[in-house]
């Protein structure tokens, strides 16, 4: 038998992919070509904030994000892993870590967005959000929180990650750079000129 936080997560999933599918098909049948949105919120209200802000930022002059505002001061970026090319930076105490990356889209849309928000079988999600193109996810890995992201881009042929694990006692200082990854990631959609990342 599952573990009801497991169903839970399971049906928040086929709610959320359904929102999808609908107002996908919505705006096809009125020929309506702007991205429609789709939020799902279990809990933590501090995560409505964090898109809320980058949508009004949407309405401004994008200036792309530079790295080395995205990860946090002290922060060391980490010998690369043999089957992995993405940046992984860690804190100076080792308790926490942030890893920027690409994988190639060669699975559809809702496989990527599911293994996204479902990384690891021992996590309780407490918010999951996206539209058709970029899903988000926020919550607890035992006794630490993490926050994932993925925006598909160029053209649909790259997903591009940020995540962030870290300890609740250390929310405040890394929800800035969480909101300044989140929106470099919808900065980074052109960004297509390097070598797409190995899966992890």
Known sequence: MERPSLVIQKVLLVILLSLLAVQTADARKRRHHRVLESDVFIADPDWRSLERSRKKSDRRKVIPIPLAAIVPHGWQLQPPAANWQGKRFKSPD??????????????????????????????????????????????????????????????????????????????????????????????????????????R
């Open 94 to 199: 080792g308790a926490a870590w942030l890893a920027i990356y690409k994988e190639p889209a060669d699975v559809p849309v809702a496989d990527h967005m599911k293994s996204v928000l479902f990384a690891d079988e021992g996590e309780t999600l407490t918010h999951i959000q996206g539209e058709r193109s970029w899903i988000a996810a926020a919550g607890f890995k035992g006794s630490r929180m993490f926050y994932r992201k993925a925006i598909l881009a160029c053209g649909g042929r790259v997903w591009h990650h940020v995540a962030f694990e870290y300890p609740p006692e250390t929310k405040a200082r890394v929800d800035r750079f969480i909101l300044l990854a989140s929106e470099g990631l919808h900065d980074s959609q052109t960004d297509c000129d390097e070598a797409v990342a190995e899966r």
